[in-house]
């Protein structure tokens, strides 16, 4: 067989790998020189080209492990959006710590999977380790329960399949704040409940949920007869970043029994900050906690976790695989992680966060937040200091939403600035919509970026709207 078929485990694994590892790394950098930025100029086409360039990729007869690997990993740098670049600031997608990569490779060379003891033991028990130390951050007791995610969508998918086989039968309703995410009406639909069973309660200036609404609306659905499945808070909205009073909404669901989701994929994070970990007081009293490392955790995708306040709430998942995880093994402690996620197969992503967090601590991750967080004040500042933006909101967190505001169309001049950064590869800023309005996002999740970083990226945006706008811009006036 030709060294193209090596394996990376095995005895031998490790030294064919390195050899491996090594050139990848060389056409990665290769590939970032050639991209010179945050990501590729030219647009889609350009990033086509430069895939297509490589060559077919299902070849009669293979061009050799080093070719292929030098070949499209440099192509694959070259039209990737570069989150460790201060100049991507677009989406909740942060550059991730070398030490958690260094750590994914391994987990991906040893190839466990955690739904049988006997496919990935140690995999198993680090992941408990960092579900229990997780637990711990959000203020659960020792009897916590919990599973390594893909991500907020698959967390707030099972913490709601939870709920519902936990809520009594009936017309059921699941509530939750005008501005969560998109995958809490999504896995409604995905359980049979319907995405029209989803309440979407009014929220406060802050956009945060409105406590007293939620009390009015659960009161009106109980009055019909309707069951109330779920309440999810949401701890830091996609745009704004905003928390939900998560000890009133506790208190309200408290009060009717019903299940709390507190979907923190975002926020979450601000748990490892002094400064920023009394935003989320109140979440020790949710059923079920969603949090994504990679985000506010700088971890490589996928990274998300869910919790439960009670292991036994994982009831409904558990199932008896003959092949997987049988009566007598279970018995004598061959247990594996079948019954904690919809997932079978299930790689061991439990590693890297394992090693991150014995490697930062958490007053060094409470450093990465609190320094995201100055760096959203201070683009909040400049933002409020030009007189061609409009500030839509202050930092929570570590988003900034604004607008560029011409004499002419905002909308159609906020939508083109945004697609002439891209296309000139000179920037990756979000795009959203505030009252039906077209604004614009800076997502500041890398730590290293300066002060002078966004200024700079703020400045390639005002530029880039003057000539949107055709030098209407309230700067050029």
Request: with cysteine; net charge negative.
């Amino acid at each position: 067989m030709t060294s193209s078929t090596g394996f990376a485990g095995g005895a031998s694994g490790p030294d064919h790998l390195r050899s491996l590892v090594s050139r990848a790394l060389d056409a990665l950098a290769k590939g970032a020189v050639h991209r010179d930025g945050p990501l590729p100029a030219g647009g889609p086409e350009v990033v086509a080209d430069l895939v297509r360039g490589v060559g077919e990729l299902l070849p009669e007869d293979g061009a050799g492990e080093q070719p292929a690997l030098d070949s499209l990993v440099q192509a694959f740098a070259a039209g990737s959006a570069d989150p460790a670049d201060p100049a991507c600031a677009a989406h909740l997608h942060a550059p991730p710590l070398a030490v958690a990569v260094a750590a994914d490779v391994a987990a991906s060379a040893v190839n466990s999977s955690l739904d049988s003891w006997d496919q990935g033991p140690s995999g198993a028990e680090v992941e408990a380790r960092v579900l229990e130390a997780l637990a711990g951050l959000v203020g659960f007791g020792p009897e916590a329960g919990g599973s390594v995610t893909s991500g907020g969508t698959e967390s707030n998918l099972t913490g709601l399949l939870l709920a519902r086989e936990h809520a009594p039968s009936g017309r059921p309703r699941v509530f939750c704040s005008a501005e969560a995410h998109f995958s809490v009406a999504r896995a409604a639909g995905v359980l049979g409940l319907g995405e029209d069973a989803v309440v979407a309660v009014p929220v406060d200036r802050q956009h945060r949920m409105d406590a007293a609404e939620l009390r009015r609306l659960l009161a009106e659905s109980e009055r019909r007869g309707e069951v109330p499945v779920a309440v999810v808070a949401t701890a830091g909205t996609t745009d704004f970043g905003a928390i939900d009073p998560l000890p009133e909404i506790a208190e309200i669901a408290a009060e009717r029994s019903t299940w709390l989701h507190v979907d923190a994929a975002y926020g979450g994070g601000a748990l490892f900050s002094d400064r920023l970990a009394p935003l989320l007081r109140g979440v020790p009293r949710a059923d079920s906690v969603a949090l994504d490392l990679h985000k506010l955790g700088w971890q490589p995708v996928a990274a998300g976790v869910l919790l439960a306040r009670s292991a036994e709430l994982f009831a409904p998942l558990q199932r008896r695989v003959s092949y997987l995880n049988s009566d007598d093994d279970e018995a004598a402690g061959y247990g594996g992680l079948l019954g904690r996620s919809l997932r079978t197969t299930r790689r061991a992503d439990a590693l890297k966060m394992a090693v991150s967090l014995r490697s930062l601590g958490r007053r060094g991750f409470g450093e990465l937040v609190d320094r995201c967080h100055d760096l959203a004040r201070f683009a909040a500042d400049r933002v409020r200091a030009a007189p061609d933006l409009e500030l839509l909101g202050e930092p929570v967190l570590s988003t900034v939403v604004f607008r560029y505001v011409p004499d002419g169309d905002p909308d159609r001049v906020n939508a083109e600035l945004r697609r002439a950064l891209l296309d000139a590869g000179r920037a990756v800023v979000g795009r959203t919509e505030v009252g039906g309005a077209v604004a614009l996002k800076l997502t500041l999740l890398n730590p290293h970026a300066r002060e002078a970083d966004v200024t700079a990226l703020l400045g390639a945006v005002r530029a880039a709207g003057e000539v949107a706008a055709g030098g209407r811009g309230r700067a050029g006036r």
